[in-house]
Each structure stands twice: as structure tokens, then as C-alpha cells.
């Protein structure tokens, strides 16, 4: 099958060349002012029309400007951006057309000898461009450069193959020698070691790429400026180009920025973060004349690539915005912590990562004491999670770059529709999947697998690696041995066990337990407590981890508090009634789990509708294990 490159012409293809020549017939009969001004006006049509375009270009400024741009400054400046991108875009169809005479009206070139000089005797220049302003100039300015023996630039090849020679051949007509990608890099190292001049546009985006800082955030990166560099031997400098609008239809190249390389350094990752570091200083002397209306730091489906030791200082040190995550947990409680090894994991993944966790009210504080999640936003509070999300102390720190949607709220998800562009992942179970970017589904006719597992599922699809375990003993309190019983659960009264069971339990303990249960069990807790003749010990669901540990044990119905013990590593006795234990079982060592596998098992239900519950034939021998 042939390449897009080789492809045969269609009559698609001539029909878009014959609108392509029009085109160009009517440009030819109106000056470079006039089609800027035409572009302007069609630039606030854009506008006005695309508010996804505006969102874009309102993320990328926030990165570039300043993380806190809000309200009519921002949209001022996305408004001015988008206008101005366009007359820059509209203006690259009539660049090739300029005569020699026009072209010195609309373009002044600065920073030209020092360019030339680098790039004489058999030396080279790569010209490291970003997309800003009017790049097609930069393919014109040939004659500006006579003592240089090549002048070439790299470019992407149009998909139409009629169209794309005609373009070509403007681009070629003044001494330009265009080099694309998909041929290869061989003629680009040749005229690197001829000696000349090469630009790049530098500033692209690419998964395949050098994951670097770019305006304080990472996002991958083209390593084209710096492999070339390096193959050259030391016989290529690099320079930063600046292009930047000064009027209707004119333009400022700034090619006097030599892009300092430590000695000896053929790093490439070194090399290319000097490139953007470069890239960034020419760029902020006219921000808005950068080409932000695309995604330059768009997430990925695989956002954490591999990284050294060395990349990893990097990108310590110059990332002022972290990797945003957002993950919305399920709304039970009990489910919401099997996330837990999923979480830890992707904050582990690269050095610039943050967590912010999005649940409901009577979980915010135990998600507050997890190490790896920096902010813990509510779902059922008054204010929405929007307005939360949107406070200062979280705005600061930038764009939102992607959300796992693992809760089935379709109010909260479609108030987080506000936030985009993101990326939104998800499990293919979920009733809202059909509006995520990507969604786990396990195979067909698979036996049940724990519930853990699921979610760390859909964190193979994003990052590498090995999976984390879910308890985390070291944090547990490692002094505490004493034994408890657990035996109200928050799934409802389906998951009990009848008081004379527990009085049979206690009597075979080898020492008297507590009774372990939430403040919101208060009353019923010190009720039974009393009728067993043990104390009541009360706490908060963020209190059980540092509670518990090791050297405790627990023997308790299904529910929160198991799998909270189970956190710390404190082995659990745990009775199983509604749910599935291949599915929910606590996860760690030493655990005993029992079922009663009567027909109607699993029900999933918070009462039980049966006459003989199936918790009733479970012996405190089988508990006990």
C-alpha cells in the first residue's frame, strides 16, 4: 500500500488546487495591509464562533503569562491573540508573492551578521523557530544572506500532492531549500556539514518526543535542533529566532540570540531543554504573537514516559506548574479506597505530578492525610466543585491536564465540563464512557477480579511500571497489639451477625477485645459494648491507619472499617454477606475471609429480604479461621 506522500491525485485534490489558484490570483491583486486587515477581521469572526478554541488558547496563555489570568484580562488577551493569529496565518499566503521591494517594507531582519558570521566557512546555524507571528518570512529572507552557502528549512508535507507541490515551489523560488521529515535526515546532515543555514520549527509538540519544560511546564518535545546539533560534531551553532508582528502587515525576524551549550554537552535532553529555555525568552517579548489556537501542552493517552535521573533534576527544577490530575472517586466510601494503589502510582509516575482527589463530603478528610494527594475537593457541599476547583489557592497552579472519571455522577461530570480541555479516562462500565477519551473494558467471560485490580487496569493504559500493593504497613502504628471486633458495617444490615455469635467469638479470644466503630455509630456501639462487658473504642474514618497496624487484629462484618484496617496492615477476620470477596476482599497479608455461598449470594443489597440471613449459619469457629 503507498505512503499519504505517494498517493495518486484525486479530483478532490485538482478541485483544491483550482480554489487554491483563485486564491492566490486575488491576493496577488491586493497588498500585504490589506489581506493583515482581512485576516483581522476574520480573526474575530473565529472568535466569536469557536469557544473551544477560546478555551484553548485561554489555557495556553495562563501557562505562558501567568497561571492566575482570569476574567476580562484573559479574555482580552485570548481575544487579541486569536485576532492576531489569524492575520499572521492569512498573511503567509501572500509572504511567497512579496517582491524583493515589498518584502524589505514588511519585514525588517535583526541580528543578520551575527547569524551570517556563525554560518560561514564551512559552519553552520540552526535557526530554532517557534510557531509565532508570520514564520513563512523566514523562507523569503534568503536573499538577505549571500555569503552562506546553503539556506534550507525542515517542514511538513501537505497530505494533497498537487497542492503540496505548488506550495513547494513558492516556498523554493527564492533560494530556500525545504526538507521534510518523512524523506529523512540524510540531506539535512549533509548541508549541516557543508556549512549553512537550517531552520526548525522547535516548539512542536510530539508524543514521541523529549518530555521537557516549556514556560515552566513539562510537555513533549521535538529533539530534531539538538540530534542535529549533535551529529554535527561542534560545527553547528544553535539560535533562537524571534518573529513577532510591529504592525498591519509587518514584521520583526530577531536572529541575534545564540543559544548558550554547556562544554562538551551532547545530552539531548540537556540540549533540547536549552532550546526551549531559548525559545522562551525570544517568545515572552511578544506573547501574543505566539500560535496558542492548538494544543501545545495537550495531554496524552501515555503521559509518563520513562525518565533519568538527570531528566528528573531537570524538570525539579524548572517545572513551575505541576501535571494536573483530577480524580473523581466513586461516591462509596468502601469502593473509593480500592483506588488507593492506582493513585499512589500515577503520583509516583514522574516528578511533576499532582493529585487532587474530588469526592464526597464524609470522605475529604481521610483523603486530607494520604501523602500523594495535594488537594481534596467535595462533590456535595454547597459550593461546586467548579467554584472549588476555581478557588485561588488551587487556580495557581495552572490548567487541569486530565480527569479519571471513576464515580457515575453525571451532575458533577458535566460541572466539570467547564475545566475543558482535558483528557478524560475512565472505566468502560461506566454509564458516562461514551464521553471519555479512553475507557478500560476487561475481556469478555473473564473470571471476577478484585476491584483494586480494575482500577489499576486503567492505569496501565496511561504509565508504566509495576503495580503498588494497596497496604502500606510501615504507616500503620507499629507499637499497638491489642485486638478488636468491628461489627457494624456501613453497607447496611445485610453484612451483620447476630449478638449471641459475638458473645461466642469473645469467649474464644485469648484476650478481651475493644469494640471498634465510627463516631456515626455512637449510640448503638456503647449499647452493645455494654451488653459484651468490653469498651467502646470510637473514631473517625481518617483515624483508623495510624490506629491500627501489624501486630492488631480485627475480626469485623464487611464494610469501611476492614478495609481501612487493612490499609495499615493489620490483619482482618472479615465476615463477607452482600458482596463478592473475590471482588471486595480486604487486600494485604493475613487476611480470613468467610462466606456463606447460598443461592441468592452475592445480593449486593443493604437489607436482607430473607428469612434465615446467610450471615446466621457462619459458627465463630469459621471467623476465627
Not at 476574520?42 to 478555551?55: C, F, H, K
Not at 554537552?265 to 501574543?288: F, G, M, P, W
Not at 478524560?424 to 471519555?436: E, H, T
Request: charged share 25%; hydrophobic share 40%.
Amino acid at each position: 500500500m503507498s505512503s499519504k506522500r505517494d498517493r495518486r491525485i484525486t479530483a478532490g485534490d485538482r478541485i483544491i488546487v483550482v480554489l487554491y489558484r483563485c486564491f492566490s490570483a486575488l491576493l496577488g491583486l491586493v497588498s500585504i495591509r490589506v489581506v493583515a486587515l482581512f485576516g483581522r477581521i476574520l480573526g474575530y469572526l473565529v472568535w466569536a464562533i469557536m469557544p473551544s478554541r477560546r478555551r484553548i488558547v485561554a489555557r495556553n496563555l495562563r501557562i505562558v503569562e501567568n497561571p492566575m489570568l482570569r476574567g476580562p484580562q484573559l479574555r482580552s488577551m485570548v481575544r487579541e491573540n486569536i485576532v492576531r493569529t489569524c492575520m499572521n496565518m492569512a498573511c503567509t499566503f501572500k509572504t511567497g508573492m512579496l517582491t524583493d521591494a515589498e518584502l524589505k517594507r514588511a519585514v525588517t531582519v535583526v541580528g543578520a551578521d551575527s547569524f551570517e558570521e556563525k554560518a560561514s566557512d564551512g559552519n553552520s546555524v540552526i535557526g530554532c523557530v517557534p510557531h509565532a507571528g508570520n514564520w513563512e518570512i523566514l523562507a523569503r529572507i534568503r536573499p538577505y544572506f549571500p555569503k552562506v552557502k546553503r539556506f534550507g528549512s525542515m517542514y511538513r508535507r501537505l497530505d494533497n500532492p498537487a497542492l503540496e507541490q505548488i506550495v513547494l515551489e513558492g516556498r523554493t523560488r527564492y533560494g530556500c531549500e525545504m526538507f521534510s521529515n518523512k524523506k529523512g535526515l540524510k540531506e539535512v546532515f549533509r548541508l549541516v556539514s557543508e556549512g549553512g543555514m537550517l531552520g526548525v520549527l522547535s516548539d512542536q509538540f510530539t508524543q514521541q518526543g523529549l518530555f521537557v519544560p516549556y514556560f515552566g511546564k513539562v510537555t513533549g518535545t521535538t529533539p530534531l535542533p539538538a540530534l542535529i546539533q549533535k551529529r554535527s560534531k561542534g560545527r553547528a551553532r544553535l539560535y533562537a529566532v524571534g518573529n513577532r508582528t510591529i504592525g498591519l502587515g509587518r514584521w520583526e525576524a530577531d536572529l541575534g540570540h545564540e543559544i548558550p551549550i554547556p562544554e562538551g554537552c551532547s545530552d539531548l535532553y540537556t540540549l533540547t531543554h536549552a532550546v526551549n529555555q531559548a525559545l522562551e525568552e525570544t517568545q515572552r517579548k511578544s506573547i501574543l504573537d505566539g500560535f496558542w489556537m492548538h494544543h501545545r501542552w495537550k495531554p496524552t493517552q501515555r503521559f509518563a514516559p520513562e525518565s533519568e535521573a538527570e531528566q528528573i533534576a531537570i524538570i525539579q527544577q524548572h517545572a513551575k506548574l505541576p501535571f494536573r490530575i483530577i480524580i473523581c472517586v466513586p461516591e462509596e466510601f468502601e469502593e473509593a479506597l480500592l483506588v488507593i494503589p492506582m493513585m499512589r502510582r500515577v503520583k509516583a509516575c514522574r516528578p511533576d505530578m499532582q493529585l487532587t482527589v474530588l469526592c464526597p463530603q464524609e470522605q475529604k478528610n481521610f483523603w486530607k492525610t494520604q501523602e500523594y494527594i495535594t488537594y481534596t475537593v467535595t462533590t456535595d457541599e454547597a459550593s461546586s466543585p467548579i467554584e472549588q476547583l476555581e478557588a485561588d489557592e488551587l487556580y495557581k497552579d495552572g490548567p487541569y491536564d486530565y480527569l479519571f472519571m471513576l464515580s457515575d455522577n453525571r451532575k458533577v461530570f458535566n460541572n466539570l465540563g467547564k475545566l475543558m480541555p482535558m483528557y478524560i479516562s475512565g472505566p468502560g462500565a461506566s454509564p458516562l464512557a461514551r464521553k471519555f477519551r479512553t475507557r478500560t473494558v476487561p475481556p469478555v467471560g473473564q473470571a471476577p477480579r478484585h476491584k483494586s485490580e480494575i482500577y489499576q487496569d486503567i492505569a496501565d493504559r496511561h504509565i508504566g511500571g509495576e503495580r503498588m500493593d494497596y497496604a502500606a504497613p510501615t504507616q500503620g502504628n507499629l507499637t499497638n497489639t491489642g485486638l478488636y471486633i468491628a461489627p457494624f458495617s456501613t453497607l447496611g444490615s445485610a453484612d451483620s451477625w447476630p449478638l449471641d455469635k459475638w458473645e461466642q467469638l469473645l469467649a474464644l479470644l485469648p484476650e478481651q477485645p475493644e469494640l471498634l466503630a465510627l463516631e456515626a455509630d455512637r449510640t448503638k456501639a456503647e449499647e452493645m459494648a455494654e451488653k459484651l462487658g468490653i469498651a467502646a473504642c470510637l473514631v473517625q474514618p481518617e483515624e483508623v491507619p495510624q490506629m491500627l497496624g501489624a501486630q492488631c487484629r480485627l475480626y469485623a462484618v464487611d464494610g469501611l472499617l476492614p478495609q481501612l484496617a487493612a490499609l495499615a496492615g493489620c490483619p482482618c477476620h472479615v465476615l463477607m454477606a452482600s458482596r463478592l470477596a473475590a471482588v471486595y476482599s480486604p487486600l494485604g497479608a493475613g487476611h480470613h475471609v468467610v462466606c456463606n455461598h447460598t443461592p441468592c449470594h452475592p445480593c449486593y443489597r443493604n437489607e436482607c429480604d430473607q428469612d434465615h440471613p446467610c450471615t446466621a449459619g457462619v459458627t465463630p469457629q469459621e471467623l476465627l479461621g
